[in-house]
């Protein structure tokens, strides 16, 4: 009898990463407006934390999206902790609402700036977040996305917000 359980976990692993994908494109499809979260989190030596995701190329500030009943400040908090081990100890500075064309023609991302924070524990890879870590602003790892730039160069002063994600 050929079960689950006798699939390798690299078979397993390639089906949930594109059951992920199909049920992102389902959820982008069927929802009229998405709502999102993103941090932009900076230690002490001003490096920002970045994550690389399973499901979509590139480096992101770590974010997802806000639930039902729930309000933007405790989806960052809640979406912090899940994909980076990140507690945050104060509240974060808002930066802005942003129209991310890039992700559907229905998508808006609010950026919090994350200072005061700790770490609970080391990440470890999984369906979701392959790796993550901090980065020097001059040194971003390759495949960092536009927008994650472009919200860096925002915030440090260099450009003005502009009302686009990307």
Do not use: C, K
């Not at 699939?7 to 009229?32: E, G, K, N, Q």
């Not at 509240?91 to 200072?115: E, K």
């Not at 730039?149 to 917000?161: A, C, K, S, T």
């Amino acid at each position: 009898m050929f079960g689950f359980a006798s699939v390798s976990m690299s078979v397993r692993a390639a089906v949930a990463r594109v059951l992920r994908r199909l049920f992102h494109w389902w959820f982008l499809l069927t929802r009229p407006m998405t709502l999102g979260v993103r941090a932009m989190v900076l230690d002490h030596q001003d490096r920002v934390l970045l994550v690389r995701h399973t499901y979509i190329q590139g480096w992101h500030m770590p974010g997802g999206g806000i639930e039902n009943n729930e309000d933007a400040l405790t989806a960052i908090t809640r979406e912090l902790e899940e994909e980076a081990n990140i507690r945050l100890l104060g509240v974060p500075q808002w930066h802005g609402l942003f129209f991310n064309a890039h992700a559907s023609p229905r998508d808006h991302v609010g950026l919090y700036v994350v200072r005061d924070f700790e770490v609970i524990g080391p990440h470890q890879p999984d369906g979701e977040i392959a790796e993550i870590g901090f980065f020097a602003r001059d040194a971003l790892p390759p495949g960092t996305s536009q927008g994650t730039i472009l919200r860096l160069d925002e915030v440090f002063g260099r450009v003005q917000p502009a009302p686009r994600w990307s």
